[in-house]
């Protein structure tokens, strides 16, 4: 079958699925304190329609599928996801991204179900601090969480992923760094985006990874950098002069890597959204349950890979929020 590609020329090789808007905890980067108006039950995809999309959409040339949410492990039986998804011919990479807090709990079936490679979200290792980002007390259930994930090593590599805000992340950063070295975890920092639901983002809020690297090399010197050889990596990945420990930048803000983007997103309702920050979406629930063949669905998808945006025009006059939160579009 043609391989996905839009307009521009680029190859599309990632999918991320969304499989619920709930989350158990309420960032205040996100959502508002109260949380926001879930989905009811019959508008959210069935685990049985997401292994459909999938399977169209990995024959179509998508290679790497992330299960993201909201928070995707308050969903029931998402091992049995898991391993439905790993069982599809063609797929070379199933993660998750999530909070961490109920780990401790699903590691190991996570595991078994199939799972290859995870992130957690963690932008504090201080209580109170995380306490008051997340409203929730939490710190430790997602500490303990990792430490499970470390008995599973066909889950790798675990990556943790911080916000990385002004004012807020730069006493922390030489921690952080301590972690990757101690711990086999890949410590990864993103730079505070224009998704949160009271809107009160501001562009001098962010901290750039330029900025985090500095703080890092002026305790421990130069680093390294990793290069994996694929142009669409989102994160610029280094090592430590001794090579022990991994960090990484994600800088959609300040460093756009929208020229190299591979990636599309499915919402938790079945609409396709070709970019982050994009303001079209396409309906492909409506596509499954008008209960077409899958010809209908594959030319769905193309045509809204084919209209793809360029980029995001964040910190340009063009630039026009979403209308949907992170959580509702799926991280």
Known sequence: ?????????????????????KC???????????????????????YEEI?????????????????T????????DVPDLVRQLGQIEGLRSLSLTTNGILLKQQAKALAEA??????V????????????????????KVLEGLAELENYPSIHPIKINAVAMR????????????????????????EFMPLDADQIWRKEDILTGAEIKQIIESEYGPLQQITSGDP?????????????????FINPVSEPFCSTCDRIRITADGQLRTCLFGTEETDLRAVIRAHTDDELLIQTIRQAVLNKELKHYIGDKRFRRTNRTMSRIGG
Request: charged letters at 30%; a positive charge.
């Open 167 to 190: 004012g807020y992340t730069e006493e922390e950063v030489l921690s952080f760094a301590r972690l990757a070295r101690a711990k086999a975890y890949v410590v990864r920092w993103i």
């Open 24 to 46: 158990n905890f309420r960032c205040t980067y996100c959502m508002p304190a109260e949380g926001l108006p879930w989905l009811k039950k019959d508008e959210i995809l069935s």
């Open 232 to 248: 669409s990596e989102t994160a610029r990945r280094y090592t430590f002069s001794d090579g022990i420990g991994e960090v990484g």
């Open 51 to 67: 292994v459909r999309i999938a399977r169209v959409a990995v024959k179509m040339g998508i290679e790497q599928i992330r299960l």
């Open 1 to 21: 079958m043609e391989l996905l590609v839009d307009s521009y020329g680029r190859r599309i090789k990632s999918m991320r699925i969304s499989i619920t808007d």
């Open 114 to 119: 199939g799972l290859t490679r995870i992130n």
């Open 121 to 140: 979200s963690l932008d504090s290792l201080l209580r109170e601090k995380f306490a008051r980002l997340t409203r929730r007390d939490q710190l430790e």
């Open 69 to 76: 949410g909201g928070e995707p492990l308050v969903r029931r």
